[in-house]
């Protein structure tokens, strides 16, 4: 006992030297762990110790209130796609297109608002630009029969009209899946003013093709918006479309070259058959 003596009191002796931060307490390992991420952390030595030991010196870890629990929580609303077409491609999809943390749509006021909606008419100079005919030679036709104008002469008249960075398509929500078809709310904003409003739609047949599908949604959201600036609204227009298939389309039986089924199709009648069809 005598020779264990002299040992119990150095032991001690060195243990009331030594400033050892309390780490039982759960906000106080929270607090250190972040000031050494932050590079934070301060270091006090004793310089007259061979082997110094480091006292960690912190701040009281904040409280934890139910504002800061909804901050770390809160995120945008998201429309999350059906089990069945989650599991068509892995599990994947959602990390891919449903990013709940899209800074740019939650700080800005266009994913809800209407601002300058119906306020006044444009200049005369821009409603010319946007009602103007529509160029006969630049209509195509779908096989089905559909006229359409090419997704590109929307944005070039849209250029035309407002300049380029005077307009914009604003997303009003996360992408939606329904089946093999994906889908997404668009607004128009031009010269700061809300013009409409129209979700986009594209078909896709797996994943490797999910870009092209979510470009394919906005240009087809961007169709649609237009209509109510007036561009191409000849091709909603039945008399029109009739008139336009009597003039320059045909509409005949073909056969496909690998399959062998017939098919009746419409063309242009500038345009000739394509592989796989031929008549």
Same mark, same amino acid.
Request: proline content about 5%; overall charge positive.
């Given at each position: 006992?005598?020779?264990?003596?002299?040992?119990?009191?150095?032991?001690?002796?060195?243990?009331?030297?030594?400033?050892?931060?309390?780490?039982?307490?759960?906000?106080?390992?929270?607090?250190?762990?972040?000031?050494?991420?932050?590079?934070?952390?301060?270091?006090?030595?004793?310089?007259?110790?061979?082997?110094?030991?480091?006292?960690?010196?912190?701040?009281?870890?904040?409280?934890?209130?139910?504002?800061?629990?909804?901050?770390?929580?809160?995120?945008?609303?998201? /429309?999350?796609?059906? #089990?069945? !077409?989650?599991?068509?491609?892995?599990? %994947? &999809?959602?990390? $891919?297109?449903f990013n709940t943390n899209e800074g740019y749509l939650r700080d800005s006021?266009?994913?809800t608002s209407y601002q300058g909606m119906a306020a006044e008419p444009f200049?005369?100079?821009?409603?010319?630009?946007?009602?103007?005919?529509?160029?006969?030679?630049?209509?195509?036709?779908?096989?089905?029969?559909?006229?359409?104008?090419?997704?590109?002469?929307?944005?070039?008249?849209?250029?035309?009209?407002?300049?380029?960075?005077?307009?914009?398509?604003?997303?009003?929500?996360?992408?939606?899946?329904?089946?093999?078809?994906?889908?997404?709310?668009?607004?128009?904003?031009?010269?700061?003013?809300?013009?409409?409003?129209?979700?986009?739609?594209?078909?896709?047949?797996?994943?490797?093709?999910?870009?092209?599908?979510? /470009?394919?949604?906005? #240009?087809? !959201?961007?169709?649609?918006?237009?209509? %109510? &600036?007036?561009? $191409?609204?000849?091709?909603?227009?039945?008399?029109?479309?009739?008139?336009?298939?009597?003039?320059?389309?045909?509409?005949?039986?073909?056969?496909?070259?690998?399959?062998?089924?017939?098919?009746?199709?419409?063309?242009?009648?500038?345009?000739?058959?394509?592989?796989?069809?031929?008549?």
């Amino acid at each position: 006992m005598h020779r264990l003596a002299p040992t119990a009191r150095a032991f001690r002796a060195n243990a009331s030297r030594i400033n050892i931060v309390n780490a039982n307490d759960a906000h106080t390992q929270h607090a250190i762990f972040q000031r050494r991420c932050v590079s934070s952390v301060k270091v006090v030595t004793s310089s007259n110790r061979v082997n110094p030991t480091p006292t960690i010196e912190s701040e009281p870890a904040p409280k934890k209130t139910a504002s800061f629990a909804a901050n770390i929580t809160k995120s945008a609303d998201v /429309e999350i796609p059906g #089990s069945a !077409a989650e599991q068509s491609l892995g599990g %994947d &999809l959602s990390s $891919a297109l449903f990013n709940t943390n899209e800074g740019y749509l939650r700080d800005s006021h266009w994913t809800t608002s209407y601002q300058g909606m119906a306020a006044e008419p444009f200049e005369q100079r821009i409603s010319d630009i946007l009602m103007a005919p529509v160029v006969e030679s630049e209509v195509e036709i779908k096989p089905d029969g559909l006229l359409y104008l090419p997704e590109i002469k929307y944005r070039r008249i849209l250029n035309r009209a407002f300049g380029p960075g005077g307009w914009g398509l604003v997303p009003r929500g996360a992408h939606s899946v329904s089946g093999r078809t994906l889908s997404r709310e668009y607004a128009l904003v031009c010269l700061g003013r809300f013009i409409s409003q129209a979700r986009g739609e594209q078909d896709y047949f797996d994943e490797s093709g999910l870009a092209t599908a979510t /470009e394919g949604c906005k #240009s087809n !959201a961007l169709v649609r918006c237009c209509k %109510d &600036l007036g561009i $191409a609204s000849e091709l909603w227009d039945p008399s029109y479309i009739s008139k336009f298939k009597e003039k320059y389309c045909v509409d005949e039986w073909v056969t496909h070259a690998v399959r062998g089924n017939k098919k009746r199709m419409w063309r242009l009648k500038t345009r000739q058959w394509e592989y796989p069809w031929k008549k």
